[in-house]
């Protein structure tokens, strides 16, 4: 078999555990297999340079950024591979340009376009191991990013590309729970979980794999397995229909994002294209909006909240006050300190009131509810960020605990 084998922060956040990733790696070979290696930066290692960039500058130039956060990911490969040689393996790392892994110019957030897989097709037919940097691709000369967390989703490019047997994602827990073990430590672990309820959880916040690595996963029909570094565990599945042998809920699993704002624009006219600019401009900005509600439309206009990322919620603002004059909104109002709370199952399309028993839920404990926003597979609630492990825990227990 080919076998694509990811490791996470945690998996090569020290020397002790990337020797235990090399006897891993060593151990699949000896069993007779082809193996391509992904690895993310070591521990902290991208927070951190994160931290000193924001020192210097808090809006730092992309391309400069790009070029700082992709050397967390140089020192794991090449550390890899020397824990590889001493193993007797042949061992080669690779670079994102040195794998051929061209993306969009989109510092911070570029999706890969293609990857040419000369460089790592040969290493593998000469019996060498490519140790490959996750995260990171080339837009003509320049290094760019493919976005936090964003090795997985190399790992899944390189297995689709590659035509690998199998993914595997290995990281810090045994799978993927029915909710953050750390924050409910009775959270079930999933046998199974299928492609679209993963996307739904991964876009909301589950931080277990990257939104991108499972939503090509499931276009290149990407064989996906999310498993633990530290045991010899199964793992949890990602395939197109599990397979009903456990009993499912309606719902699947709970995902939560913190550190959300929102942002109102009181009395935006009716007439000029308003919410239309407003949301055209901050996306060519790339500010990710999010939750967007609009209450009756009045003669005075119309008024829009919706929800951003709290770090982009400063630049957000600035942009909304450049176009005050040509919206002619009449206030702008911004709440950070926020969170959404959301819970995803695919048996909710069949069971209706499965909101109201949110709602009521959130209310029983006391957590207010200021946004909803639902899709056929989920609901999402936005409230205080205070009350946000709380109210993972009710909803764990109402729709998962309790079922
Ligand atoms: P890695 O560095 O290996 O990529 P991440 O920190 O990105 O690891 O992702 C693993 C973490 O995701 C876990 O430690 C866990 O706290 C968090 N997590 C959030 N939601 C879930 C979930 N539903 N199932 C498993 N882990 C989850
Ligand atoms: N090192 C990068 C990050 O911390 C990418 C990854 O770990 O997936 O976001
Ligand atoms: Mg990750």
Redesign the pocket.
């Known amino acids: 078999m080919l076998i694509v084998q990811k ?5 090569v956040g020290s020397i002790e555990r990337i020797e235990a990733v090399a006897d891993r790696i060593a151990r699949t070979v000896r069993a007779g297999h082809q193996v391509a290696v992904v690895v ?1 930066a070591m521990g902290h290692t991208t927070d951190e340079l994160v931290r000193l960039a924001h020192a210097i500058d808090p809006d730092p130039d992309g391309r400069e950024m790009d070029a700082l956060l992709s050397t967390g990911e140089q020192v794991s490969a090449a550390l890899v591979a020397m824990a590889l040689h001493k193993r007797g393996l042949g061992a080669r790392s690779f670079t994102g340009w040195q794998a051929g892994i061209h993306t969009e110019r989109v510092h911070g957030a570029a999706r890969m376009l293609n990857i040419e897989t000369k460089a790592l097709r040969e290493a593998l037919e000469q019996g060498v191991i490519p140790v490959i940097t996750g995260f990171q691709g080339i837009a003509g000369d320049d290094v760019t990013t493919l976005g936090r ?1 964003g ?2 989703t190399t790992a899944v490019a390189v297995a689709a590309v590659l035509k690998a047997d199998v993914c595997e ?5 045994t ?8 924050v409910v430590p009775n ?1 079930r672990k999933l046998t199974e979980v299928s492609y679209d309820e993963m996307l739904e ?1 991964a876009n909301l ?4 794999l990257h939104p991108r690595a499972v939503e090509n996963a499931k276009q290149f029909e990407v064989k996906l397995v ?1 498993r633990s570094s530290f045991t010899e565990e199964e793992g949890t599945y990602v395939v197109e229909t599990p397979v009903a042998f456990e009993k499912r809920n309606v719902v699947t ?1 709970i ?1 939560f994002e913190r550190e959300v704002a929102r942002i109102a624009l009181v009395g935006v006219p009716l007439n000029r294209h308003g919410l239309a600019s407003v949301f055209g401009t901050l996306a060519e900005r790339n500010v990710n909006v999010d939750v967007i509600v609009q209450s009756v439309v009045q003669q005075a206009g119309v008024d829009v909240s919706f929800t951003v990322k709290e770090e982009d919620s400063d630049r957000a603002l600035r942009i909304l006050r450049d176009l005050q004059s040509d919206l002619g909104y009449r206030d702008l109002v911004r709440e950070n300190g926020l969170a959404k709370v959301s819970i995803v199952g695919a048996g909710m399309i069949s069971n209706p009131g499965v909101a109201a028993h949110m709602f009521r839920v959130l209310a029983d404990d006391d957590i207010a509810i200021k946004m909803v926003s639902t899709s056929e597979i989920k609901v999402s609630c936005i409230i205080a960020a205070r009350d946000v492990e709380r109210a993972v825990k009710v909803l764990h227990e109402a729709f998962i605990e309790k079922e």
């Open positions: 490791y996470g922060g945690t998996s993310s967390g090795s997985d994602i290995y990281t810090d827990v799978g993927v729970f029915t909710t953050d073990p750390r959270a959880l916040g589950a931080q277990v999310v699993g995902a």
